[in-house]
Every structure is written in structure tokens, then in C-alpha cells.
């Protein structure tokens, strides 16, 4: 398989992550939706990233897709298989994912534009406080097992620590000081375990902004 992408993207950066943990063999090309579009609009005609291309040439083009497709070839999916686990975790990454996407659109807000728009601003802003807010919420209240020995989500690592620790990496890094962490305190608590992690470390770049 190839992972097209850098991993400043926290979308590239879960994809990366989930082949590490598995043990998947994969190249990696990081390549830039900007500095290198011609090359990556041959594989994936919306121009973005993460692109994985599939050992038999097919290519898929949302990161979503491609974790539900590493999953199924496992024996133990991140996502778990089973209800009500599997709804629970996709809804805190898909919560995580979101926080990441607006952190993504505000940065090209501030970037791109020469005047920026005050209510496009706040607007993102307030939804990345909420989001955080509510996943720091629903962490806080989960059941804790005590033979735990990981602060993971579900009492072990899955899908919904990795969005989330990708997204909490990417926001800390595109928007310094955006994030209170001292008002976070298990999200804080819980990203620092993750980026202790191996995998984590191995599918990391600092955020470059494009140009």
C-alpha cells in the first residue's frame, strides 16, 4: 500500500497510525495537496490527502474509508465490530474528526484570505471550544475499570483516542495557544500518553503551513 500525505495532517496521521499499529507494510510519499497536486491529482482527482493506493491499484480517498478498510483486515479492529462499543467510538472520532476540519478551516481562513471574516472566526472558534469541551465532558464521565492501566477512552486503545489525539496535536500546533490544556485536564492527560506511543511518534512531522 502507499500513504499519500504529510503527516502534519491529523487525517494523514491517524491513516499512518492505524498501518503502524497493525503491522501493515506501507510506503509513505508526503507529498503536499499543494506543492505536489499535479502528482497527487493523478491518483485521487480531488486533490487532497491522506490517498491510500490499495495493492491492487485501487485508491481510496477518505480516511474514514480507509480505516473501515485496514479494520476488516484484522482480527481486532480499532472500531470495534460489536453494538453498542461500535457506535460509541465512532462517535467520539467522528467528533475529533470534526474538531480537526474546523481547526483546518480556520487556519485557511487566517491564511488565505487578506481580510478575514470576524464571524467565520468566532463561529469556528466557538465550535472547536465545544467540541473539546464535550469530548473532555464525555472522558470525564466514562466508567473507569480499575485494572485499567491506560487512560484510553474505552479501556483500550481504539480509533477514538487516535482522532483525537491527532486533532488535539494538529490544533496545539496550526493555532498556539487556541487550547487551555489546565481546562482540559484528562484530554491533556490522555494525548500525552499517546504521543508517548511508538506509533505515534513514528507518524509524526511538525505542521508546515502550505505554500
Same mark, same amino acid.
Given at each position: 500500500?502507499?500513504?499519500?500525505?504529510?503527516?502534519? #495532517?491529523?487525517?494523514?496521521?491517524?491513516? !499512518?497510525? @492505524?498501518?503502524?499499529?497493525? &503491522?501493515? =507494510?506501507?510506503?509513505?510519499?508526503?507529498? +503536499?495537496?499543494? &506543492?505536489?497536486?499535479?502528482? /497527487?491529482?493523478?491518483?485521487?482527482?480531488?486533490?487532497?490527502?491522506?490517498?491510500?493506493?490499495?495493492?491492487? &491499484?485501487?485508491?481510496?480517498?477518505? +480516511?474514514?474509508?480507509?480505516?473501515?478498510? /485496514?479494520? !476488516? $483486515?484484522?482480527?481486532?479492529?480499532? %472500531?470495534?465490530? #460489536?453494538?453498542?462499543?461500535?457506535?460509541?467510538?465512532?462517535?467520539?472520532?467522528?467528533? =475529533?474528526? !470534526?474538531?480537526?476540519?474546523?481547526?483546518?478551516? $480556520?487556519?485557511?481562513?487566517? =491564511?488565505?484570505?487578506?481580510?478575514?471574516?470576524? #464571524?467565520?472566526?468566532?463561529?469556528?472558534?466557538?465550535?472547536? !471550544?465545544?467540541?473539546?469541551?464535550?469530548?473532555?465532558?464525555?472522558?470525564?464521565?466514562?466508567?473507569?475499570?480499575?485494572?485499567? #492501566?491506560?487512560?484510553?477512552?474505552?479501556?483500550?486503545?481504539?480509533?477514538?483516542?487516535?482522532?483525537?489525539?491527532?486533532?488535539?496535536?494538529?490544533?496545539?500546533?496550526?493555532?498556539? &495557544?487556541?487550547?487551555?490544556? @489546565? +481546562?482540559?485536564?484528562? /484530554?491533556?492527560? $490522555?494525548?500525552?500518553?499517546?504521543?508517548?506511543?511508538?506509533? %505515534?511518534? =513514528?507518524?509524526?512531522?511538525? %505542521? /508546515?503551513?502550505?505554500?
Amino acid at each position: 500500500m502507499i500513504l499519500i500525505g504529510q503527516y502534519d #495532517s491529523p487525517f494523514v496521521r491517524r491513516v !499512518g497510525i @492505524a498501518l503502524t499499529l497493525y &503491522g501493515m =507494510a506501507f510506503e509513505h510519499r508526503p507529498w +503536499s495537496s499543494f &506543492g505536489d497536486a499535479d502528482r /497527487l491529482r493523478a491518483f485521487n482527482p480531488l486533490t487532497r490527502v491522506p490517498t491510500l493506493v490499495l495493492d491492487d &491499484g485501487f485508491v481510496l480517498v477518505d +480516511s474514514h474509508m480507509m480505516l473501515d478498510y /485496514l479494520d !476488516g $483486515l484484522v482480527d481486532a479492529p480499532l %472500531f470495534p465490530r #460489536s453494538e453498542p462499543e461500535r457506535h460509541r467510538v465512532l462517535k467520539v472520532a467522528a467528533l =475529533a474528526c !470534526g474538531l480537526a476540519d474546523k481547526a483546518v478551516s $480556520l487556519f485557511y481562513e487566517r =491564511a488565505m484570505h487578506a481580510t478575514i471574516s470576524p #464571524s467565520f472566526d468566532a463561529r469556528c472558534r466557538n465550535q472547536i !471550544g465545544a467540541v473539546l469541551a464535550a469530548l473532555e465532558h464525555d472522558f470525564a464521565s466514562r466508567p473507569v475499570s480499575r485494572h485499567e #492501566s491506560r487512560p484510553y477512552w474505552f479501556g483500550h486503545l481504539s480509533h477514538a483516542d487516535i482522532a483525537v489525539g491527532c486533532a488535539w496535536r494538529f490544533v496545539n500546533e496550526a493555532h498556539p &495557544g487556541l487550547i487551555d490544556p @489546565a +481546562s482540559l485536564p484528562n /484530554l491533556h492527560r $490522555l494525548t500525552a500518553e499517546l504521543e508517548a506511543l511508538p506509533a %505515534f511518534q =513514528a507518524n509524526y512531522q511538525a %505542521f /508546515l503551513p502550505p505554500t
